[in-house]
């Protein structure tokens, strides 16, 4: 059989939709080099010029034609001006090894090492994913060590990404599913378990239920017995085997499907009313009409119906993937079967053998989310039953578990054999294979797996149905009519089913609170005044929990549906489909329509979903912040939801004066910026980087760290929204200098677009180094736009990884490679290119100077041989070494010292002064290595070679020296490099003086280097002219390291310590530098603290402690009784709010006070708030 399909390729699949292009990256220190290239250039070309004006001005003073000036075959010589111009050129041919061409070589030899040792760094490496750091560009290494500005996506960035079912709320009913609370306060416990089983194999259930644990593990590996197992179902032989080594470890066979995802609690409260749901969902035909749709039952019903309908969510089996799953439909019978038959049966499963088999249903009342010992009281038989038909597939410790076999099993098995049929039950055959669902997003397997817990369970999806089965086994296929799939204008997604029961068209929608609130039905529409009371009702509680969702850091998705009559959806469908037929703006069509469906909705319930925080993502982020590094997150997450994290992992602190901003109107976004700017400034200049050089630190119009600390540091929550009008009102400048005062930078509800066009533009007008960092498609644009992006391999898929330069498993890793390894690949390199400046230019001058004796011929008192030999074999290895093992602080001390990071950002080691001094001292030593040996060698009977092998000679040994000097870390190989290049100069220099009799006639160096040898003046030469040459580099060393404040230079004395004394050091290092608590602000508690309620927008401290500076600070008091997503679309807060901001009206009036009215009910207010909740953090914040 043939089917006809369609197949994304090459440029119209979604990775490349999605790809604007690769953007060509070169790395600040390439660019540096660029610049000083053309410096060189210059140099040359002045070298040369000097060189071709003395070549005429020696000819000149000749009356005749020196012996030495040959005529052509006609008997002319060449003008002055021709023979200049020549020997121009002829410099240029001599003196182009100041050009360092080989340097690009070294660099990528250099560079090639430092990604060996990034990937074999094992703190890089991740046990549980198996993956270590991916270096997927090797020209951009050493910008780890200059990041100033870090952007990050939030979800499955700094979350784990595994989405938890933890609370929802229907029909205005809260259920708080304290049970599943309980069983996620201890993820590490479950997640160490559910390494150490894997899931079970299709096996009939006979089989399971007498084989032991030694079977089952050899089969499969069943799950081994936690303690609380043990207590209820005891087995014989049992031992608890814990995996040793990546291989035995199992993992999920899909994304999404972890046992910390998948194990979902139900709520004893919703369990019962699901099932009386399930029983009267069962019993509605097409002859008996539903009940009213704002009814309790249906709303539950049409909740977790939606939850299992609306994704695009694949079923498939472990035994045979992405397969299509079908149930053959239990019989007539079997759906007719009794509430009583079906508690006789499941009585008599409890009752047969349990202390020697696996139960298979959920725990009690009792039992849920706790474990209880063997002698735990029976609980009331209807509990038990009840338990049991809703929930299915759940462990005895109360956690759900994706078991092969299941109730829905149990009451209709492959034959459709009807309950009556049944014989039993440890003899009934149960051959239907687990399900692994394949979803799109973390948050539909999430939803998915929930329903599945309360027995709502997606049997199988195909284009053209969908098919649920209910908790007492009936499966429902729903035909397919529409996909309304998920985007982010629109953010929300729905599908337009048939139910197979009533025959209805109802359409199921899932999406952000922000948006689905504002689509629903408008209860004043209602004309039964009752029904009008309690869908406002319903509303306004959801709207409430929703709120209570956020605050705890929960993703929140609001369910909504709507049953739409025949002839309106054959006209929606009839424009839906000319829609998707238009070649002309199908885009827009497309959104028309789905916008003109998608309204009128009714409101089912909301659920909160829960991201973790990654393990270390606070000390991370504390560690960048304290290396001088601005971390902005950008995400498209709820404002309360993000800014609740924002706080867990320190990105906010407890004592922040955070500004929330949420407006559309342009005129009032600048009136904002503009009075947050002016009021910041009064207490705080923007952060700086103090100028240093060489370790002497600068004058600087900074303040003082005493001065900075008496003012609070300073937040920034912003809003798509708002960025929107900040884009379109170009009021970016404005919005990036209120951004230099601020310490964090949140960005919510932002687009994929709009997170490229931050980074660009704090890239591109702050003329700052730039990392983002992001786990999925959506984050692709602003990995693309950074200056260094990083992709996190997590749940998400590769397209993140796939555009990333570097990619790693966790975000704690992104502390080591930026602080260590992004340290020393800079280190190294700007040390190693500032050395191959000066090695170049002064072996070069050499040669310069010799022209000024030999009448500027273009002649040398080298070898060419030499000279070639000289950078290919002598000196190029040392560099190269340097460039790869130099460590100038250690890797403990640089973690324990995350400031010393600043020196990379300042670009301490090769900035413009750092060139031209190395250019300076490459003279002067140039100077010294040839004016020694000519001083010494002046009025002799020297032939031109033995003058030029001990300038060759000394050049050499002052250039290794000088390369000894700067490395920081001495090793045997760094030992051996050095003076392997200085034995294979005279080894090479023998053999060649040796052998070459007429190498390069008329001038040969034959026996050169051997009579040099025998000569005692060629020895002392040799030792005097390197150490006149390198005292004054040596001094200056001196200096900088005896008296040099650089936290460099203090750091590398720190390293010269004992482990214990280091470890001192830097801790009282730590202390000093601590930041001062502001008098009267609290201090951080211990753990995330839920940000206080936008009502309570500042909180004062006591007036006996505020500084002077500060009372105008403490004076502003701004009180709104709404939230911010109820703030006007204009900028406006509407209700009764004390702060309402119109067009064009700053927030303050000219003495930046608020009236004495305001003033005092804000003041109330607040001290009425710390009354109630003294725990509350000491926390200034103003929502706008």
């Given amino acids: 059989m043939c089917r006809q399909g369609l197949l994304p390729a090459g440029h119209d699949t979604k990775a490349m939709l999605n790809n604007s292009g690769p953007r ?33 001005l020696w000819n000149r003073n000749f009356k005749d034609h020196p012996p030495f000036d040959v005529p052509d075959a006609d008997g002319h010589f060449l003008p002055l001006a021709l023979g200049g111009f020549y020997m121009f050129l002829t410099m240029i041919i001599l003196l182009q090894v100041l050009i360092p061409i080989s340097l690009y070589v070294s660099i990528e030899l250099v560079k090639l090492g430092q990604v060996f040792f990034l990937h074999n760094d094992l703190d890089l490496y991740d046990e549980e994913t198996d993956l270590s750091i991916q270096c997927r560009a090797l020209n951009i290494t050493e910008d780890l060590g200059q990041i100033q500005y870090i952007f990050s996506d939030k979800t499955g960035t700094l979350t784990e990404n595994k989405m938890v079912f933890r609370r929802c709320s229907i029909m205005g009913s809260e259920y708080c599913h304290q049970e599943n609370a309980k069983r996620l306060e201890t993820p590490k416990e479950l997640d160490s378990d559910s390494e150490e089983w894997t899931q079970y194999q299709c096996l009939s259930f ?10 089952m593990r050899r089969q499969g590996g069943a799950q081994p017995l936690r303690r609380c197992h043990s207590a209820r179902v005891p087995i014989q032989g049992h031992s608890r085997q814990r995996s040793v080594g990546r291989c035995e470890s199992s993992q999920p066979p899909v994304a999404f499907s972890s046992s910390l995802e998948k194990d979902v609690t139900p709520d004893k409260n919703l369990l019962t009313k699901v099932r009386d749901a399930a029983l009267w969902l069962e019993t509605l035909s097409d002859a008996r009409p539903a009940k009213s749709s704002h009814s309790t039952t249906s709303c539950i019903a049409d909740f977790f119906l939606a939850l299992t309908i609306c994704n695009s969510v694949m079923v498939s089996t472990t035994t045979e993937p992405r397969q299509r799953v079908t149930i053959p439909p239990p019989s007539t019978k ?126 199988s999806r195909t284009p053209e149905q969908v098919t649920v089965r209910l908790p007492q086994g009936t499966c429902l296929t729903f035909d397919l009519l529409f996909t309304l799939g998920f985007d982010s204008v629109r953010k929300r997604m729905s599908v337009v089913v048939r139910h197979p029961l009533t025959g209805e068209i109802v359409v199921y929608t899932k999406g952000a609170d922000s948006v689905i609130m504002d689509l629903l039905e408008d209860p004043a529409h209602v004309t039964d005044i009752d029904v009008e009371k309690k869908l406002k009702k319903i509303h306004a509680r959801t709207q409430k929990h929703l709120d209570l969702y956020a605050r705890d850091g929960l993703r929140t998705l609001c369910i909504a549906k709507k049953v739409v009559n025949e002839e309106d959806f054959r006209r929606w469908a009839s424009f839906r489909r000319e829609a998707e037929a238009s070649l002309d703006n199908r885009d827009e069509l497309l959104l028309e329509t789905a916008q003109h469906l998608e309204n009128q909705l009714t409101l089912l319930g909301a659920t909160g979903i829960e991201d973790r925080l990654q393990e270390g993502v606070p000390d991370t982020i504390a560690a960048l912040r304290e290396a001088g590094i601005q971390l902005w997150v950008l995400t498209g997450d709820k404002q309360e939801t993000a800014v609740n994290i924002a706080y867990a992992c320190r990105l906010l602190d407890q004592t922040d004066t955070v500004y929330s901003i949420n407006t559309e109107n342009q005129e009032t976004c600048k009136s904002i910026l503009s009075c947050a700017l002016e009021e910041v400034k009064q207490f705080q200049e923007p952060q700086k980087p103090d100028r240093k050089l060489f370790g002497f630190r600068l004058p600087s119009k900074t303040p003082s760290t005493t001065a900075r600390t008496m003012a609070p540091e300073v937040g920034l929550v912003i809003d798509g929204k708002t960025l929107n009008a900040i884009f379109q009102g170009k009021l970016e400048k404005l919005f990036l200098e209120l951004t230099q005062y601020c310490r964090s930078v949140l960005c919510c509800r ?59 498993s966790r975000f704690r890793h992104l502390k080591k490679l930026l602080l260590v390894h992004g340290h020393w690949c800079y280190s ?73 990071y600043k020196s990379g950002q300042n670009s301490e080691n090769y900035n413009l002064s750092a060139f031209w001094i190395s250019m300076a001292d490459a003279f002067y030593q140039s100077l010294v290595c040839f004016f020694f040996p000519y001083l010494t060698y002046k009025d002799s009977d020297i032939d031109v070679f033995t003058f030029g092998t001990p300038i060759n000679t000394i050049s050499l040994i002052t250039i290794l020296l000088h390369q000894a000097m700067e490395m920081k870390t001495w090793t045997i190989v760094h030992g051996l490099v050095l003076l392997g290049s200085f034995l294979m100069y005279f080894v090479v ?39 006149a040459a390198l005292l004054p580099r040596y001094f200056f060393l001196s200096l900088q390291g005896t008296y040099g404040k650089s936290p460099i230079s203090k750091a590398q004395k720190i390293d010269t310590l004992p482990m214990d004394k280091r470890n001192l050091e830097i801790q009282n290092w730590r202390s000093k530098r601590r930041p001062t608590p502001v008098p009267g602000v609290g201090q951080p508690t211990h753990g995330p603290v839920p940000p206080v309620p936008e009502q309570d927008f500042r909180t004062s401290p006591p007036k006996s402690s505020i500084p002077p500076k500060r009372k105008h600070m403490e004076d502003w008091v701004l009180r709104g009784q709404k939230s911010s997503r109820q703030c006007g679309r204009d900028g406006t807060c509407s209700g009764d709010s004390s702060a309402h901001l119109s067009s064009g009206e700053h927030l303050l009036g000219p003495n930046k006070a608020l009236a004495p009215e305001t ?7 607040v001290s009425q708030h710390l009354t109630r909740g003294g725990h509350r953090r000491s926390q200034s914040s103003l929502t706008i």
Wanted: charged share 15%; proline share 5%.
């Fill in 24 to 56: 060509y990256k070169r790395s600040k220190i390439e660019r540096r080099m660029n610049t000083d290239i053309f410096f060189c250039i210059g140099l040359l070309f002045l070298m040369c010029l000097i060189g071709a004006v003395g070549h005429g």
């Fill in 989 to 1027: 220099s023998l053999l060649y003086n040796a052998t070459c009799v007429t190498c390069n006639s008329p001038t040969n160096p034959y026996w050169v280097m051997e009579n040099q040898l025998s000569d005692p003046t060629f020895y002392l030469v040799c030792f005097l002219t390197p150490v």
């Fill in 828 to 900: 190294r390199l700007a040390r190693m290119v500032v050395y191959f400046f000066y090695k170049n230019v002064c072996y070069v001058n050499l040669l310069f100077w010799y022209q000024f004796f030999c009448g500027f011929s273009g002649s040398t008192m080298i070898d060419y041989w030499q000279m070639i030999f000289f950078n290919l074999f002598f000196t190029s290895l040392p560099p190269i070494i340097f460039g790869v093992l130099d460590k100038d602080v250690s890797a403990e001390t640089l973690l324990g010292l995350p400031e010393l």
């Fill in 750 to 808: 932002c687009t994929p677009l709009q997170k490229s066009m931050i980074v660009k533009l704090v890239r591109d007008k702050l003329s700052v180094m730039t990392l983002s960092i992001g786990d999925g498609a959506n984050d692709v644009s602003m990995i693309q736009a950074a200056d260094i992006g990083i992709g996190i391999s997590g749940q998400e898929g590769m397209q993140a990884v796939m555009s990333s330069d570097f990619a790693i």
């Fill in 206 to 215: 006979p089989a399971r239920w007498t084989q032991g644990p030694a079977t």
């Fill in 1159 to 1165: 003033y005092s009910r804000g003041q109330n207010d």
């Fill in 334 to 459: 079997a759906l007719g079967t009794s509430l009583e038959k079906i508690q006789q049966l499941f009585q008599r499963l409890k009752l047969m053998s349990l202390s020697q088999s696996f139960s298979s249903t959920a725990p009690s009342d009792a039992d849920l989310g706790e474990s209880l010992g063997a002698n735990m009281p029976p609980t009331d038989l209807d509990e038990k039953d009840n338990a049991s038909v809703c929930t299915g597939d759940f462990s005895t410790d109360g956690g759900y578990r994706s078991s092969t076999w299941d109730q829905g099993d149990i009451l209709g098995s492959e034959s459709g054999t009807s309950l009556e049929e049944t014989p039993g039950a440890p003899t009934l055959s149960l051959a239907s294979p687990e399900f692994c669902y394949e979803a799109e997003s973390p948050d539909e397997a999430a939803l998915v797996h929930a329903a599945h817990a309360y027995s709502f369970t997606l049997v």
